[in-house]
Structure formats: C-alpha cells, structure tokens
C-alpha cells in the first residue's frame, strides 16, 4: 500500500496512491490523516487497504497526482531519529572533519535526534540561508514506526516498521564541525528535513526488503547529473538494529520516523549521497575539496526505482533558493 | 490561567486548574487536549481564560484535583528541545566528567534535541533500569511555545512563549560519558522527561517573571530532605536568548517545549538541582564522590513556590520503582 498526504492544516489530508504513482484518492474518511492512521494501525490498516486496492485496480478511478498538492507523508512527527548505518559515510566524513571515527563504530550505531515538528514535502524549495553554512543534502532512507516498547530487541523489531520513505536531511555542513564540538550534538546544522512523497508499507518492496534492509538503489541526481546509485542493502546496521538501539531506555510512540544516515557504498563506483562525501573522496584523492556546496538554483532529485522499474516513494524534486 | 490534562488517550483531555492548584474543570469542549489549544491559541484562549476565570472564582464549583490522574500537560510533543542555560551547572558537571567546557561557554548555548514522544506525567513512577545506567533526576524550568519563526531574534520573542512548567529530565549519568565521546550527543542517556501537574501562562507569574527569566525558587527534596532550592532566575542564557539560538536554521512548531537545563547557583548554600552535581561538588573538595545515585524507592519531589507560597506548577512527584 502506498500513502501520501494532500497539503491540508497542520496534518496533511490521507490519501491512498496507485502503485505507479500517477493517481491517489482521499482516504480521509478513514483516517483524517497519516498521523491519526498510524495511532489506530491495526483497526485503520484494513479498511486504507481496500481503498488502496479499488485505486490500483481502477474500480476507483481517483484523481491524477499531478493536480495534488503533497506535503511530507507526516507535515510534523513526533520524533525524528536519524541513524547513521553506513559505515562507509562516517568513515568519508570524519575523515574529511579530521576526526577518529568513534571506536564502537561496527558494534554500537551512530543516531541522533533531530528537529520534527515542521517537516518539508518532497517539492518544497529549500532556502540557502548564509552562503557560509555551506548547504549540503543527505539521501537517506527511513522508516515509520508503530508504538514500540522499551527494550525491543532486533529480533523482535519486524511488526513495528509499518512505512518506509525516503528523506533529504539538509544539512549545514560548515555548522557541524562547531556544533558537535560543544558536545550535546547537532542542531543548528541540521534544519527541517524535506521527506518523499509517497509512504509505502514494507510488503510492496517484496524481496527487495529483508532482515531490516532495502536492497535497492538509492538516486541522486544534482542538477539532472546522477552523483550516486549506492545500494541502500550496504546499511551495516540494519533498520532493526537501530531500532533496537533506540529504544534502550525508552519507548517510542507511533508516527515516529527512524532513519538510516546517508546511503554510502564502499565501492566508489557508486558515486555519493551528499556533497561531503565527494569532497572527503577529493580531500583524500587530491589534498583538497574543490566541488562547492550547494548555490541558489540548484536543483536535487533523490529517488528510488524497484526491480519492475517503478519509482516507488516518488522523486524528492527540490530547489534551492536565495 | 492555568491547565492540565487528565490522563486520557494518547493526548489527555484539557483541564482548566484553580490558581490555588486544588480543584480542576475540564475545557475539553473548548479544546480536546492541550496540544489542540495550542494549534489554534489565539482563537481558543479567551474562551479557555473565562472558563479558567470562573472555576478560580467559585461560579464554577469544579471537581477536586485529588480525583482526576493527571498526565503530563502534553503527554506527547513535537519537540522537546533542552537547553543547558545555567553556567554553574556545566562547569560542575563537565569538572566531574573531566571534559574542558566548550569555549563558547557563555557566548552561544548548549542545547540538545530530547525525545518527545513519551512524556511522563507528574506522579508516574520511573523504571531505575539497570543499576550501573546511574539514574540521576534534573529539575528543570521550561517554556511551551507557539508556532516560532526561522530567524526570530531574542527581543521578538517574548510573544512566542504560551506556558511555563517543570520537569525532571531524567538521565543515566553512567551512559552520559561514553556516548557524548560518540560525538552525536545524548540518546539512550536520555530517557522519557517527566513533567509538572500545570502549564501556566506567563501573567500568572507577575514581576517573578521578567526578560524570559523566572526568578524564583525551584525546589528539589530527595526522600523528603531539601537537596536544593537555587533561584532559577540565575539563568545565564535567557529563555529568549535559547529560543534566538534554536531558531537560527528552523522554525518550531506550536507545542515545542524548551527548556532551561538544570537549576543550579554559583552560591554553594543553595544546594543542587541533581546528583551529579553534588557528587562534582564532592569530587571537587573530598577527591571523591561519595553520594550514590539513585535506588529502588528513592522518592524525588520538585516544586516551586511563588512569593504569595502557592506551589505555582503542582509537584513532580516521583519515586524510583525495580
């Protein structure tokens, strides 16, 4: 089943999409909204199921996508955790900071807690702020949780993912180096996140999505050139792992979104997720970082396409401006 | 005015409080729950203050606190973004720590991103976990916000804060080192925050509250003795100033709580807001820390009196459970 929200109040308005992406309905008599759908799962699942299936099926003939205005699956959640799976980005970027990696590297996942009350749609034009801040994105991809206890293990986490998305993690990349030198994290250097426009029950990526992972290739293209393809089934720790890791010491409540970190390939072939890492592969290769950050106009395209060539979550398609 | 919310679903139902904090009425005609009023607070305050305004006068007879379970006023938030505005308790604990305070110290705050999807209510009992984690409370001001602005500077905030409360931001002092040394600040060190029975409108707190400092007493008793009662009006990094810094790169949604990080006076005489630093007071003098941290049955009281001695936010009230 696919979900996304029409741009509506605070919330968004529910609708089911086709699997091609091309056309949705209102689901709203069902669940106002993602939100409200994700606090009754189990008793809301079924019915947004059927209306999902009439829209694929073309007994429903719903509304071309085009003529909608998506906002963010969830316009605000309530927490926004975001990991750091890929061994092969940390590794990249710590370099490039001139920082060790840390020494629980491969044993202990890299998360933290990120801003989740004003979340960006898939077409929202992002603002460059202080040319200084050096504008970089991070092509990730993510999870929708259920409520999940304190001390869930790995083995257990399956039934808590009830969505996966993809998400664009702007981040200030000249703010960080301060920020995490103060000790408490990262803040500043990491406004709003911008999200796909579609949310997609774990059951349509088939076998594609196993053991807490999505075998598939993750798009990014900057200014209509591809800068990566990485194989998000490459995440060291999986999904489950960090889920795991998560909930150590407390329980999360249903609608929070849980992210992998930048999808990263140690194969350089695979090209990158963010402009850090280019600049940290440049930094290695070269003795310096010539690639810029991000200027006004450019323009990223983070995507995902399955095996039958679908493009499953829908393109994040984003502009920066002045 | 004053509010709380009866235990009630995932968002609890909205009370209005007498000042005297004795007896409550529900508002939940005027807004379900608290987060609902703070979505739509200029439309819904005036009608929330007469209704507030006829139980404080006895036109409405109201039912007395002692029968309604309350929950946290917002049991869950969209953001729960902490701050760590008082010097003295930096310098105490990063002292403990043996880690140097950053160098920006007293010109840019320290704040970290808490989870915000399980909050805790006043008198819910907390898990002490595994004994080696080192439980330690923190009593804490903070601040409830309305929907804030990207780039809102100091001198315009003082519109954007809707509800002062209390809150211990419970913490695993034994997992603080180890993880902040990671580099991505604190997760599993930070459990669920708990919070004070009322959120009260800033007029309520008079002269008390002034250039986004409440100078008053926060008073913290553990097993019953008082272990500190600081001036939380010693505040280095105003409640304004926090919120200039956290808006610098993104706007906060109506809801998001702020807070003030630990009290804590340079003046030894007014005790301490949390164990650590009694125990980097202890350090500092004996070369030992000798005060444990918590145990099973250990019963942590915050509160805090205005000059009139009426506890202004009701008592969190807690005790420490296998």
Same mark, same amino acid.
């Given at each position: 089943m696919k979900l996304a929200s029409r741009?509506? #109040?605070?919330d968004g308005s529910l609708l089911v999409v086709s699997r091609d992406g091309l056309r949705v309905a209102s689901a709203s008599h069902i669940a106002p909204h993602l939100q409200a759908a994700l606090d009754?799962?189990?008793?809301?699942e079924p019915e947004l199921r059927r209306r999902f299936e009439a829209l694929d099926s073309g007994l429903l003939p719903g509304q071309p996508i085009a003529e909608v205005e998506l906002s963010a699956p969830l316009p605000r959640a309530y927490e926004w955790i975001d990991g750091s799976a890929f061994i092969n980005h940390i590794l990249l970027v710590r370099r490039a900071r001139g920082v060790e990696p840390p020494q629980t590297l491969r044993s202990e996942p890299l998360v933290y807690q990120g801003g989740s009350g004003c979340l960006l749609g898939p077409r929202e034009d992002f603002s460059l702020g202080d040319a200084g801040f050096g504008l970089d994105f991070e092509a990730e991809l993510c999870v929708v949780l259920g409520d999940t206890p304190r001390g869930t293990r790995a083995a257990e986490a399956a039934p808590y993912v009830r969505l996966l998305m993809l998400a664009n993690d702007w981040t200030f990349r000249n703010l960080v180096s301060p920020e995490l030198a103060k000790g408490f994290g990262f803040f500043v250097s990491k406004p709003a996140t911008a999200f796909s426009p579609f949310a997609v029950t774990p059951d349509e990526l088939g076998e594609a999505y196993r053991d807490g992972r999505l075998h598939l290739q993750l798009q990014t293209r900057l200014n209509g050139a591809l800068l990566g393809d990485p194989d998000a089934g490459e995440m060291h720790f999986s999904f489950f792992d960090l889920l795991a890791h998560v909930t150590q010491t407390r329980a999360l409540t249903a609608g929070t979104i849980l992210g992998s970190g930048t999808v990263s390939n140690?194969?350089?072939?695979? #090209?990158?997720?963010?402009l850090a890492e280019l600049r940290a592969r440049e930094l290695i290769a070269n #003795?310096?970082?010539?690639t810029p950050f991000l200027s006004v106009g450019d323009h990223i395209e983070i995507a995902m396409y399955d095996h039958a060539g679908r493009n499953v979550f829908g393109s994040i398609d984003e502009r920066v401006t002045a």
């Open positions: 741009r509506h #109040g605070r009754d799962w189990p008793s809301v140690a194969e350089p072939a695979r #090209g990158v997720s963010c #003795g310096c970082a010539t």
